[in-house]
Each structure stands twice: as C-alpha cells, then as structure tokens.
C-alpha cells in the first residue's frame, strides 16, 4: 500500500456498501483516490459525495438524472455520464480495486466489464455469482482477474481458508443471524409488512437484502456464492444460525480444526479487509468484548419456516440456469412485496413457481443470461399477479 494511492471506483455508491466504502476511504485519505463514483437513481446523493471526494467522473444509471448531475457538479471539473452503457464504461476504466456494490443483476453487465479487464474487484453483489457464476469465475480464469468477497460471511471464510491446503478442508460453516423473524410462527410472518421485515436485528442494510435476510433467501444466495467463490460442492457447505453475529463464518478442518473470524457486525470490516488486502487497515468500528458479551448460541436453520433455503440448494443442485432463475424471480417477488402487491409468505411461492415452470438451460453468455434472466421474470410477474387477482 505504500507508494502511489490504490484508485477505486465503487458501482453502487449511493448504497449502504458503497457508504461504508466511502467511510472507510474517508478514514484513509492519504491511501486511496476516486476514479468513478457510480449510482442508479439518487442524484442528490451522488452530487453530495462527489462533490466531497472528487472522483474523475460520476455516472448516474437513470438517463432522466443527467440534467440533475450535470448542473449539480458544474464547475467541479468532474466528468458527469448517464445511462446503462456509461455504467460499463466506469467500469471499464483501468483502477486497482473496483468495488461492485449495486444491488441485484442490475450489477452483472459492469461487474463482468471489470472482470474483463483483468481488474480486482471487491465483490458485494452476490446476486451477479448467482446469475452468472460459471461465466464469472470462467472469466476470473481467462483474464486473471481477481474477486475479493465483501460479504461478511464470505469476506470471513476468505480470511481463514488455507487454499493450498484444500484437500484437507471438510466443511464451511456459513453463518446467519436468522433474521427479524427467527423466532415467528410461519403463520406470523405469513402476514408480516415491510417494515417489519427490513427492520433486521443485527445489520444496516438496504431494503432488498433485508427482505431476503428476513426470508433466509439471502443465505441461500450466499450458499451459492460460497460455491463458486472456493470451489467446494454444495454437501461442504453448510448453514449455521448464530443470533449474535458475531462469528462471521468458519471453516472446519479434517483434524477437527475449525478457524472462524469473529467480529463486530459492521460492514466496515469487511470492506477494509478487501481494499487494503493484503494489508489490514484501521477502521472505526466498535472493538469485539467477548466478556461483555457473555455467550454465543447456534441453532440448526428451519428449512420448513424458511423454505427460500431448500429452493436455493435445490437451485445449486439442479446447476445449468436453476441459479439464474432463482434470483431473478425472487427480485421479482421482493420487490412486489415490498410495493405491498404480495404477502411476505408467498416470496418463496413464486420463486418455487418459477423453477418449477421456466427451462433452466446453461447460459453460455451475458446476453443467454440476460434472456433467462428475462424469462423468469415474466413469469414470476405473472406469479405475483395470479397471487393477488
């Protein structure tokens, strides 16, 4: 880290990672520098941050933010863009560390952009792996490109998985809070409103990841993450409910060993690990008080209250394009849901509906992705509507 600063771009800035990201390069100054700050609809927000850390070019997602971004930043000297197309060109721009934090499979097209390149990516967007991972990790391999995992959980088995000793790994332990609805009768959260469901116990986090958080689709998502990321069959990988957040995740070892990361909850440290990586950066979250904290308690998942766990590792089992849909059609119901169009407890019908009913073949490519991912959409659209007719 010593030398030149290490130049970022951060795709999703406006978002509870990118803040964080921001943070934690406001408390570094001195090591890091912006290229490109990229959002999708808060103009204000976008204004608002690159007029503080003066990134060589802020790009907006929605076309109608053009206007807005442009007088805002006139006269800054920053370059301002619009548009999905200059989304991809921010992240074609040549960076150390691309951080790719928007959310869903919006993030596919420049997250694979950056992959292209060969760039280091600090990976936030588990929904992009889901969608994508053979293609992903195919052009990982071909470009030399590195992927860095933002997610704690993942972030955490990075920090404690001995690759060059593989062969001698049994198992992962992902862990999960359980969510705001750990403890619900599958009648209560049949009925459960968004608010309810976002207001999640442990972490800061947007809408749509506290939903899936509150239907445990967000571990699924992450099983199948954990499986491209360190190559391991989906028998290795299992999910451990740990109310306290505390352990992040762990890896067991053949002769018992089992190395886990602990920490505060705060996504601070994980992205820390990521931007400085290999170093370690100070950051100013709370210091873990194992005495003040008195005790740490597991519990094995409920894969009949929390049915988006079984349809993920169903997903991973079925492979070809079943990921692809599973995620495309729980954006779909989430976000249904939370516009009050679909009762929380039929998130997870209509994500079985769509793998029941739509071909999962193998997307070879962006665009046999982008279809499948289309497809299922439609359906689960048309899911949602027979749902509430």
């Known amino acids: 880290m010593s030398g030149a600063k290490r130049r970022v771009t951060i795709l999703g800035s406006t978002g509870s990672v990118g803040q964080s990201t921001l943070d934690v390069i406001r408390h570094h100054g001195d090591r890091f520098a912006l290229e490109a700050l990229v959002a999708g609809k808060n103009v204000d927000g976008l204004i608002r941050d690159a007029r503080a850390f003066r990134p060589r070019i802020a790009v907006i997602a929605d076309d109608a933010g053009y206007a807005a971004l442009r007088d805002g930043l006139a006269g800054t000297g920053i370059e301002v863009a619009a548009g999905e197309a200059a989304v991809v060109a921010a992240a074609e721009r040549p960076v150390d560390i691309l951080m790719a934090a928007i959310v869903g499979a919006a993030g596919l097209a420049p997250t694979l952009a950056a992959l292209e390149r060969g760039t280091t990516v600090a990976f936030a967007n588990k929904e992009v792996l889901v969608s994508a991972g053979d293609l992903v990790m195919q052009t990982v391999a071909r470009t030399g490109a590195r992927l860095l995992p933002v997610d704690s959980e993942h972030n955490a088995i990075f920090q ?169 059609a729980n954006e779909v119901a989430v976000a249904a849901f939370l516009a009050h169009r679909l009762p929380f407890g039929a998130i997870a019908d209509v994500v079985a509906r769509v793998l029941e009913t739509v071909p999962g073949h193998v997307p070879a490519n962006l665009e046999a992705v982008l279809a499948l991912d289309n497809a299922a959409r439609r359906e689960a659209e048309s899911f949602v509507r027979q749902l509430v007719a």
């Not at 862990?175 to 800061?204: D, E, L, Y």
């Not at 886990?260 to 990521?274: E, F, K, N, V, W």
Request: net charge negative.
């Open 160 to 328: 404690v998985f001995e690759t060059e000793g593989r062969a001698a790994i049994d198992k992962i332990l992902l862990t999960a809070s359980g969510g705001p609805f750990r403890t619900w009768t599958a009648a209560a959260m049949a009925t459960a409103t968004p608010a309810q469901a976002v207001a999640h116990p442990n972490w800061s986090m947007g809408a749509k990841i506290s939903v899936d958080s509150a239907t445990m689709m967000n571990k699924g998502l992450e099983l199948i993450e954990a499986h491209y990321l360190f190559a391991l069959p989906e028998p290795q990988i299992e999910i451990l409910i740990h109310p306290q957040s505390v352990i992040h995740s762990a890896v067991v070892y053949c002769d018992g060993s089992v190395l886990a990361q602990l920490g505060s909850p705060d996504m601070r440290t994980p992205i820390a690990y990521a931007l400085g990586w290999p170093e370690r950066l100070a950051v100013p979250v709370a210091k873990l008080d194992l005495v003040a904290l008195g005790g740490l308690t597991f519990e094995a998942p409920d894969e009949t209250r929390f049915p988006a766990l079984r349809l993920a590792r169903q997903a991973l089992r079925a492979g070809a394009g079943a990921p692809t849909l599973l995620n495309a």
